[in-house]
């Protein structure tokens, strides 16, 4: 089993809508969780980070935490092109970062 | 820009060649940490250093060797690659494990 998962996508949205993307770890004991976003030819760039369960926002980005269920999403409001790019979870267990393979997004005009 | 700058951002090298990616950070940060990543796969970490100290080798070819000479500089030796290799090296610093800012990375090509 993976330790950190997320649907590879493409996941395709209308602009203006809401994406939401999932990611689920396995080490129950993870203590914080995070999104970057990369987009394409470039580093991961840290745009979330939450550390406890329910919902955190921060301007359009909503990260979601259910550690119970071990999943982390992230919702996206008002998507726009500028949004497109892969997401990659990343989950902090046992003070070492795991990363999953990351969601492409795509936002179409 | 988040204050880690990686040099060189582009390199084409032959397996026997002996080639250094060299990492630096500008926020003060304890920790730095060399990642591959490679297409299909999630980001593997490689190397992790806090305050100089070596803390972590993942499982990583004794081709790859790390440096680092202080806590704003890291080093990624490359010798005898194999064209597996070719990736992008990606290197982060972090205040702690929690939030890493990652460099503009090296995309690595071994021929």
């Known amino acids: 089993q993976k330790e950190v998962e997320q649907n590879s996508g493409p996941l395709s949205v209308p602009e203006g809508a809401i994406a939401s993307l999932n990611c689920t770890y396995s080490d129950r004991g993870s203590q914080s969780f995070f999104w970057y976003r990369q987009y394409s030819g470039k580093s991961p760039e840290l745009i979330m980070s939450?550390?406890?369960?329910g919902d955190k926002e921060d301007g359009r980005f909503t990260a979601q935490l259910n550690k119970a269920s071990q999943y982390v999403s992230l919702l996206i409001r008002d998507s726009q092109p500028s949004d497109s790019a892969t997401y990659l979870c990343a989950v902090n267990s046992n003070e070492k970062l795991t990363f999953g393979t990351g969601t492409r997004l795509t936002i179409i005009p | 820009e988040t204050g880690v700058t990686q040099t060189p951002r582009h390199l084409v090298m032959g397996m026997t060649n002996k080639k250094s990616l060299k990492c630096e950070q500008h926020?003060?940060?304890?920790?730095m940490y060399w990642y591959k990543q490679s297409a299909k796969k999630p980001l593997e970490l490689m190397f992790v250093y806090n305050f100089k100290e070596q803390t972590e080798n993942n499982s990583v070819p004794s081709r790859f060797s790390p440096e680092c000479p202080n806590s704003s500089h890291l080093f990624l030796h490359l010798h005898t690659l194999q064209p597996e290799d070719s990736a992008l090296y990606l290197c982060?610093?972090?205040?702690?494990?929690?939030?890493?800012?990652f460099g503009p990375g090296t995309r690595l090509t071994v021929t």
């Open positions: 926020l003060g940060h304890n920790a």
């Open positions: 939450i550390y406890s369960n």
């Open positions: 982060a610093s972090s205040p702690r494990v929690n939030e890493q800012y």
